[in-house]
């Protein structure tokens, strides 16, 4: 275990020396103290290793991530894995806004609450969340899936396109487009992979979820509606 | 941008240090705002006797027979501490208004950063850490007391368009965020009798929630009112004699989280503002919620 003190030794040295590792490294275990809130730890890695960071993180932890392991043994700021290309997230306390934003692949967990816009326009990424998530959350969401252990605020799913969303507590209010589907057994199968490699299959079955995903009336074009464009 | 910070002491013990405190983590909000930063500090009051901070650019001459001419002019006495550019007046509770009045006649080039029993008012251009070490905040005492480091987006660089905003006895408010509709609130605030030294949109803000207050609404329903009557992008953090309060717009896209312990209720922009508060890493953290009023009231 390689041990980095961000206090001490600053962030561009912490990212300079992650993103170095590249390809087989024996160096794969590293574990960063006193992140004391900072922006931009961890951010780009591309590299199967696993890091550690013992405390909370402010802005952008672990963005654009490529197949590395971060852990946040903490709360995460906003913008958390923003744009994960492949590779997991751990987040041990809450994530603030746009958490996983835009992400292409990866798995993204928040074992807390998730704010507002989580998974706003997510592309590819798989994302659980324990607890709640806030209002605006998987907004113009592409493709991937969520699943959330709890309750979704206001406009979930607003202008969605073809993510597949989980939810199963309740829901204060769907976005536009964004309906109520069956959950059929694919789904359920789904969903069992999704709580196992979430951490989350001891605290919630497939069958308690609703899934929610687009009426497909607002991104493909209709005829009639010509006029209006 | 803009970064906020605030402080809420539950725990009289902490009391000496609120300064230290609230200076450490309004420098950590140095890159949010590194246009000018401002603190108001709500201290013990002294029984009988209410507290005039005013500001000058013109410091030394202003302000070395001012205690004397005021005192004159309103028949009492009054004491004066001067720290740069501020100076603390000191005078009987019940000569507040009038001394208010006076100062514009007595001093024309002074300006009130802040009348109350217990709110004192600093705020200058400059980074947070220079004008944190200007006024000594570092050493002040108090029961709360809120902070702001200003990117200024809506009115210009000056020490009148800093925050906190005063526009009632003892009542502050910092903002990060922008108003879209402080004109029209400010002209509906004018025939209601409220005064505006500035063209700023938190200055609208400040002056809605005074005149609630006025009007004999508790904290919590003046916060409640921004969300129906001011539109746009906004935290506010508001003090007032004994309560402290925070609310964010619908759409929540300022940022903030608080933490509480026992000891204190703390508010940052940012987490990182609070890192260094006494016991932070047991400290219930959360973000608060959209169109939530909070307050803490003694």
């Known amino acids: 275990m390689q041990t980095f003190d961000l206090e001490a030794q600053g962030l561009r040295a912490l990212n300079s020396t992650l993103h170095a590792l590249k390809g087989q490294t024996n160096e794969t275990a590293w574990e960063i103290i006193n992140p004391k ?8 890695l591309d590299a199967p290793v696993d890091v ?3 405390g909370s993180t402010g802005y952008y932890c672990a963005g654009m991530n490529k197949q590395a392991t971060v852990r946040v043994k903490g709360s995460a700021g906003p913008g958390v894995a923003e744009n994960m ?11 603030s806004q746009y958490a996983g934003a835009t992400g292409r692949g990866g798995l993204l967990v928040i074992k807390g609450n998730a704010s507002s816009r989580c998974g706003i326009s997510m592309k590819g990424i798989d994302i659980v969340v324990h607890g709640n998530i806030g209002h605006m959350s998987a907004f113009m969401a592409q493709s991937g899936s969520m699943v959330v252990l709890g309750d979704a605020g206001e ?3 607003d202008s969605l396109y073809e993510a597949k969303l989980f939810v199963r507590g309740s829901v204060k209010s769907l976005g536009a487009d964004c309906i109520e589907k069956e959950m059929r057994p694919e789904h359920l199968e789904l969903l069992a992979d999704l709580l196992k490699r979430g951490e989350a299959d001891g605290k919630a079955k497939p069958e308690e979820f609703k899934r929610y995903g687009s009426a497909r009336k607002l991104y493909t074009f209709n005829i009639d509606n010509a006029s209006s464009y | 941008m803009c970064g906020i910070v605030g402080l809420f002491l539950k725990d009289a013990s902490l009391e000496p240090k609120l300064g230290a405190m609230l200076t450490d983590m309004l420098i950590t909000m140095t890159d949010r705002g590194p246009d000018s930063a401002g603190i108001a500090i709500y201290t013990r009051p002294e029984k009988g006797k209410a507290k005039l901070t005013v500001q000058s650019a013109n410091a030394a001459e202003d302000f070395k027979t001012l205690a004397a001419d005021l005192g004159k002019a309103i028949g009492a006495m009054i004491t004066i501490v001067s720290k740069d550019t501020h100076a603390v007046l000191t005078l009987p509770s019940d000569m507040l208004d009038a001394a208010r009045a006076a100062i514009r006649e007595v001093r024309p080039t002074a300006r009130v950063m802040s009348a109350g029993e217990e709110i004192e008012i600093y705020k200058e251009v400059g980074l947070p850490k220079d004008v944190a070490r200007r006024f000594d905040v570092a050493h002040m005492s108090g029961t709360h007391g809120i902070g702001h480091t200003r990117m200024a987006t809506e009115s210009a660089v000056t020490t009148m ?3 906190p905003f005063s526009t009632g006895s003892d009542q502050c408010l910092v903002h990060n965020g922008s108003l879209s509709n402080h004109n029209s609130v400010r002209r509906t605030l004018k025939d209601a009798g409220m005064t505006f030294e500035t063209e700023n949109d938190t200055e609208v803000a400040a002056a809605f929630i005074s005149h609630k207050l006025q009007e004999g609404s508790k904290l919590g329903e003046a916060m409640e009112a921004t969300l129906t009557d001011l539109d746009g992008f906004f935290t506010f953090v508001v003090g007032t004699k004994n309560g402290f309060g925070v609310v964010r ?3 929540a896209c300022k940022p903030a989280v608080m933490a509480e312990t026992d000891q204190y209720v703390a508010f940052g922009s940012e987490y990182r503002a609070m890192v260094n508060l006494p016991g932070i890493d047991t400290a219930r953290v959360w973000e608060p919620e959209p169109a939530t009023v909070y307050f803490w009231e003694r």
Do not use: E, F, Q
């Open chain 2, 249 to 251: 717009d619908p759409i």
């Open chain 1, 85 to 95: 290309m492949s590779g997991t997230v751990i987040i041990d306390g809450d994530a």
């Open chain 2, 161 to 163: 368009g800093a925050h």
């Open chain 1, 37 to 44: 809130g900072s922006h931009a730890i961890a951010v780009g």
């Open chain 1, 155 to 157: 406009a979930l799913g």
């Open chain 1, 52 to 54: 550690t960071v013992r």
